[in-house]
């Protein structure tokens, strides 16, 4: 993608803050596409294909990812990032 690598270290601050400004972003997103599915439709009973997968491979622990699309649109109602640390 031709990207500059990034920086070694990251700003905690701006990080949250970018961190904070993408999650209301995608929130406000879902909103209306859920809106825009039920709409379609013609009910709240909205058809949706689930998926999701975790990064296990060469990791002490795992990080997962699980999507939420809807059959009438194609476009995603929700997404979730998991976490599963043992201490």
């Keep these: 993608m031709n ?3 990034p920086a070694q270290r ?3 601050k701006e990080s949250l803050k970018n961190s904070t400004a993408v999650e209301t972003g995608a929130t406000v ?7 825009e599915a039920k709409d379609v ?4 009973d909205i ?7 975790w ?3 060469g990791h002490t622990f795992l ?3 699980v999507i939420a699309t809807s059959f009438d649109t194609g476009k995603v109602l929700d997404a979730s990032i998991l976490f599963r640390v043992c201490k």
């Design 29 to 35: 997103s879902m909103q209306i596409v859920s809106k």
């Design 63 to 65: 990080n997962g990812v």
């Design 41 to 44: 439709s013609g009910h709240s």
């Design 3 to 5: 990207l500059p690598t």
């Design 10 to 12: 990251f700003n905690e």
């Design 55 to 57: 990064q296990t491979h």
């Design 47 to 53: 058809p949706v294909a689930v998926d999701g997968t």
